[in-house]
């Protein structure tokens, strides 16, 4: 068992993790999400802060992996190189590209930092030998972190609820409302509400998805983030279908569900048809895209215009003149996340993170539809996936520490779910000389073997009159000896 132990399992003694491995993740969180900016200006205290917790957090699970690499045939060594490998490349080679091309230094470190956040998958998750404590770590981290910043968002201005769905409300500048953990908040608060309605009928769990989603929802409806909306519409249609079964208690529990919704409109309906007009006024004002394409055009034309630029992009720091901004304001970002990846690191460095891309893809795939997956591990990985999909396409949040753990987190699942469908037990290696061929059984295989009755000889027969002993020497006749006389004398 301890073979296998060190091979799939956690190595850290069960006693020492709920305080030593569970909390540093939970003040992260806490740490980012009410003293941090997503997008800081400049590097402040709360900043500082989050990155010892990183060091202390992600930084020691790096290490950690590291250290298994070095433990000859363990289960996953393969895939632990291969992303670390991954690591370095997509850090190092834009930062030398980057100093080759002469930008910035303040320009480059910006560019750094969010791919380090970018990067925390592939630092933190071990495969098979994910630990368990990683999934509620990262995912009260995300949900810390996401209602902090929903809060401080509609706690930035002069947001009154009264006033929702009847004024587009902004906020302050510091994108409080953008980090992708808040999207994953109301996501997974949203989906957990819905399918404990449905499914399990839990008051405690009701109740906590009600409380997790309703600020993340007020702060995204408030600010008429169409995209995110529209994800959250999606989320709870999703969820309506994928728990319906033909049954009593399923048919009592979408009625439930039901009757919550006719009553949230009945109480919030003004509010929600204000909402749909702010949603067509913003569309009639920015299109649908919202410029969007203005920025692929100008990526691409630039990009373009040699193969150095194209392979290998302009490296961490590397600006474009943006076409939202004023005459020849250039910026450091756009806001689609491959064109994003095209401009800094260039097609050599995008192909390096399709794997990971396609590894989420998959997971997600499996997640949603394994039947084996505990309801509150599915409102998890529907969060994690309603925020991938707007914040690797058509926001920015790409940028921001929030993704890493949600795409962390998503991959934990995945190593949880596996870990449990597979119990841990030590690896059967093959034998080098190939498979033996069982050996037959002689004994089924073997005749029936045909008694035939002994004739005593006939010395037996007539036996002297002093051989009246036994081997023993006791003087008692000998059984077969005394049976012969008897047959004889039959016979005669």
Same mark, same amino acid.
């Given at each position: ?251 009592? +529990?979408?009625?439930?569900? %039901? #009757? ?5 409109? $009945?109480? !919030?309906?003004?509010?929600?048809? /204000? *909402? &749909? ?105 529907? +969060?994690?996936?309603?925020? %991938? #999909? ?5 926001? $920015?949040? !790409?940028?921001?520490?929030?993704? /890493? *753990? &949600? ?86």
């Amino acid at each position: 068992m301890a073979h296998a132990r060190q091979t799939y399992g956690d190595s850290e003694p069960a006693s020492m993790l709920p305080p030593l491995m569970f909390v540093p993740w939970l003040v992260l969180g806490a740490t980012y999400g009410l003293l941090s900016s997503p997008t800081p200006d400049r590097f402040g205290a709360g900043e500082v802060l989050v990155g010892g917790l990183l060091i202390a957090t992600v930084g020691l699970r790096a290490l950690h992996k590291l250290a298994s690499l070095a433990i000859p045939g363990g289960i996953g060594r393969d895939r632990g190189i291969a992303d670390l490998m991954v690591v370095v490349l997509v850090l190092v080679v834009p930062l030398a590209t980057g100093f080759l091309r002469g930008n910035r230094v303040e320009d480059m470190v910006r560019d750094l930092v969010p791919a380090v956040y970018f990067l925390v998958p592939l630092m933190v998750v071990t495969g098979a030998a994910t630990p368990s404590w990683l999934v509620p770590a990262l995912a009260s981290a995300l949900l810390v972190a996401g209602s902090g910043f929903a809060t401080r968002h509609l706690l930035s201005g002069d947001f009154a609820l009264n006033t929702f769905g009847e004024q587009t409300y902004f906020g302050s500048i510091d994108y409080f409302v953008l980090d992708p953990a808040v999207l994953f908040t109301g996501a997974f608060g949203l989906a957990l509400f819905v399918m404990a309605i449905i499914e399990s009928r839990s008051p405690v769990l009701i109740l906590a998805g009600a409380c997790l989603a309703t600020v993340p929802a007020v702060a995204i409806g408030a600010t008429v983030i169409r995209s995110q909306i529209a994800v959250l519409v999606i989320v709870g249609l999703f969820c309506m279908g994928r728990s319906f079964r033909i049954s009593l208690a399923t048919l009592f +529990g979408m009625a439930l569900a %039901l #009757s919550a919704l006719v009553a949230g409109y $009945a109480v !919030f309906g003004d509010r929600l048809a /204000g *909402l &749909v007009e702010l949603i067509g006024h913003k569309q009639q004002a920015v299109g649908l895209a919202n410029g969007r394409e203005l920025e692929i055009r100008a990526v691409w034309s630039e990009m373009t215009a040699g193969y150095d630029l194209f392979l290998f992009g302009k490296g961490w720091g590397g600006t474009i003149v943006h076409p939202l901004g004023l005459a020849g304001q250039e910026w450091r970002f756009v806001h689609i996340f491959p064109f994003y990846l095209l401009m800094k690191v260039g097609l050599a460095g995008s192909i390096l993170l399709v794997p990971l891309l396609l590894r989420l893809a998959g997971t997600a795939r499996f997640l949603l539809v394994s039947p084996e997956v505990p309801l509150t591990e599915r409102a998890m990985a529907l +969060g994690c996936i309603a925020s %991938l #999909s707007i914040n690797l396409t058509v926001s $920015a949040g !790409f940028k921001m520490l929030g993704l /890493g *753990l &949600v795409m962390a987190l998503l991959l934990a699942l995945f190593a949880r779910r596996r870990s449990a469908l597979a119990p841990d037990r030590p690896p059967v290696l093959p034998d080098p000389a190939g498979p033996k061929e069982a050996a037959p059984d002689r004994a089924r295989a073997r005749p029936p073997r045909r008694i035939v009755p002994q004739v005593p000889p006939r010395s037996a027969l007539h036996p002297p009159e002093s051989d009246t002993r036994t081997p023993a020497g006791n003087g008692t006749p000998h059984p077969r000896v005394r049976r012969g006389n008897r047959a004889a004398r039959n016979s005669a």
